[in-house]
């Protein structure tokens, strides 16, 4: 018997990627419903190749209904709707950082701590709700997770390279419009973002905090910790630059154990999730064009770090769409189906 399964956000880019996604990925799914704020009620979106949807209307949606619902509507969204998805009986897998934190809501990257997912349940102190992790983070930790396991994780150090899609929609339309305006001397008109994306890099994703780091630096430090190991120390500095998909990270890691370059690539080239690509020459490594529309976190760029003891420097591409979200969210859907999971 197929599982019951509601896509909130349906019509936005993640929201959309998620219905592709699952299936492409065959979910056992006996029917998908396209969920979305009323204005775009009726509206429909493509699920596979062939089976158009109709958007429903997010506040007539009866989530007694559905087994499993995948959330990208936005933490205002999330934080209304999901606790009454839950309590309905609908295991809630959401992508936005309302629960994130949430000592009674697994955060969940399948390839690193997948039997967290249990503690969603009801029975064992959950609400039925699961965590997926910032875009950034998730491609983190798939490539933390072997290294630590084999040598110890102590330190990380992390500049992000964040596409423009991470910001929605209309990041990416400020990206293509701001570029077009400028091949035909039209001043840079910044929305979405603080300053002018086109043809520039900015220091700054999401809202300042009083340390100085902002909220998005802060979310890969605390949710590295959570999905992998609290003794982690962590630090980040997160960039937005003129990609339109695909994050990209320089890695720094220290370790409890010595580490050897060649045996953590070849540790890494059989890790769940991990595509290695690294040849010391001209193309020998992926850019986030290149994984664009991939599954894979792609690794480039290992090398030992000299002004350590004990030290990895390696570089990082994911699409950040796919398993900085919908791909993640509908494999943490998939651990739910494969471990016969049900909220009610």
């Not at 018997?1 to 006996?30: C, H, I, K, S, W």
């Not at 990208?72 to 950082?97: F, H, L, M, Q, Y």
């Not at 997948?114 to 997926?132: F, K, M, Q, S, T």
């Not at 040849?279 to 599954?295: I, K």
Request: proline share 5%.
């Amino acid at each position: 018997m197929g599982y019951r399964v509601a896509v909130v956000g349906a019509t936005g880019a993640v929201g959309r990627e998620m219905l592709q996604t699952l299936a492409e990925r065959n979910f056992p799914a006996d029917k998908v419903h396209a969920v979305a704020s009323a204005r775009s009620a009726g509206r429909e979106v493509s699920f596979g190749e062939d089976e158009v949807l109709t958007v429903s209307s997010l506040d007539k949606f009866d989530f007694s209904e559905v087994d499993i619902a995948l959330f990208s509507a936005g933490g205002a969204t999330s934080k209304d709707v999901a606790p009454r998805a839950g309590e309905a009986g609908c295991i809630v897998i959401d992508n936005s950082s309302a629960f994130r934190m949430d000592a009674d809501v697994p955060l969940i990257v399948p390839e690193v701590n997948a039997d967290a997912v249990d503690g969603a349940l009801p029975a064992n102190g959950g609400r039925n709700i699961i965590a997926n992790p910032n875009c950034s983070t998730a491609q983190l930790v798939v490539a933390l997770k072997p290294l630590h396991d084999a040598y110890g994780v102590k330190r990380v150090v992390v500049s992000t390279y964040q596409a423009v899609s991470g910001a929605g929609k209309g990041g990416m339309d400020e990206l293509f419009n701001q570029t077009r305006g400028i091949y035909v001397n039209e001043p840079a008109r910044p929305e979405q973002f603080t300053k002018q994306i086109a043809f520039n890099a900015i220091p700054h994703i999401d809202v300042f905090m009083d340390d100085g780091f902002t909220k998005e630096e802060w979310k890969m430090t605390v949710e590295t910790k959570k999905i992998l190991d609290p003794a982690i120390d962590l630090v980040a500095h997160c960039v937005r630059i003129p990609v339109f998909i695909g994050h990209s990270e320089a890695v720094f890691i220290e370790t409890d154990k010595p580490i050897d370059e060649n045996a953590a690539r070849d540790l890494l080239r059989n890790a769940p999730g991990v595509t290695v690509i690294d040849h010391r020459a001209n193309e020998g490594y992926v850019t986030p064009h290149e994984c664009a529309g991939e599954d894979a976190v792609f690794i480039s760029r290992l090398r030992s770090d000299p002004s350590v003891e004990n030290g990895l420097v390696f570089w990082c591409v994911s699409d950040n769409l796919r398993k900085g979200a919908a791909l993640n969210s509908v494999q943490i859907a998939e651990l739910v189906a494969a471990r016969g999971m049900s909220g009610r």
